[in-house]
């Protein structure tokens, strides 16, 4: 059974995203990672980096396939979980903990609004199956 964390918010395209305050805490759901398998790579920005909402941010390489990491709203890079770097494995035994991918700043957070909550993303992934 896919883990969905109540109080973070989720893009479709597997992303997730803890709000406090005007900064947000990046990773990929539990779906995503179970999709992917044995998480062997990962590819991060670094701090100051800016993107849009939707915007290529990393990559993710499994075993199986590798995916793009799109950022679920805009703004800077405030810091990259480097200990993925060497333990990409984290994604696959902690995706909502150890292994947030990058902390950042929020640029707009209206994009906020755009987002679906557990219970939407819940639904979502039953209907993918």
Same mark, same amino acid.
């Given at each position: 059974?896919?883990? $969905?964390?109540?109080?973070?918010?989720?893009?479709?395209d597997?992303?997730?995203?803890?709000?406090?305050?005007?900064?947000?805490?990046v990773?990929?759901?539990?779906?995503?990672?179970?999709?992917?398998?044995d998480i062997?790579?990962?590819e991060l920005? /670094?701090a100051?980096?800016?993107? /849009?909402?939707?915007?290529n941010?990393?990559?993710?390489?499994?075993?199986? /396939?590798?995916?793009?990491?799109?950022?679920?709203?805009?703004?800077e890079?405030?810091s990259?979980?480097e200990?993925?770097?060497d333990?990409?494995e984290?994604v696959?035994?902690?995706?909502?903990g150890e292994?947030w991918?990058?902390? $950042?700043?929020i640029?707009?957070?209206?994009?906020?609004?755009?987002?679906?909550?557990?219970?939407?993303?819940? $639904?979502?992934c039953?209907?993918?199956?």
């Open positions: 059974m896919t883990q $969905i964390i109540d109080g973070l918010l989720y893009t479709e597997d992303e997730w995203i803890l709000v406090e305050g005007d900064e947000g805490t990773g990929i759901s539990d779906y995503a990672q179970n999709s992917l398998s062997v790579y990962l920005p /670094a100051g980096d800016t993107f /849009a909402a939707g915007e941010f990393g990559v993710v390489e499994s075993v199986k /396939a590798a995916a793009e990491l799109l950022m679920p709203v805009a703004g890079v405030i990259a979980n200990a993925l770097i333990n990409p984290l696959n035994s902690d995706p909502y292994a991918m990058v902390k $950042i700043r640029s707009n957070p209206a994009e906020l609004e755009g987002l679906m909550d557990a219970a939407a993303y819940r $639904i979502y039953d209907e993918r199956g």
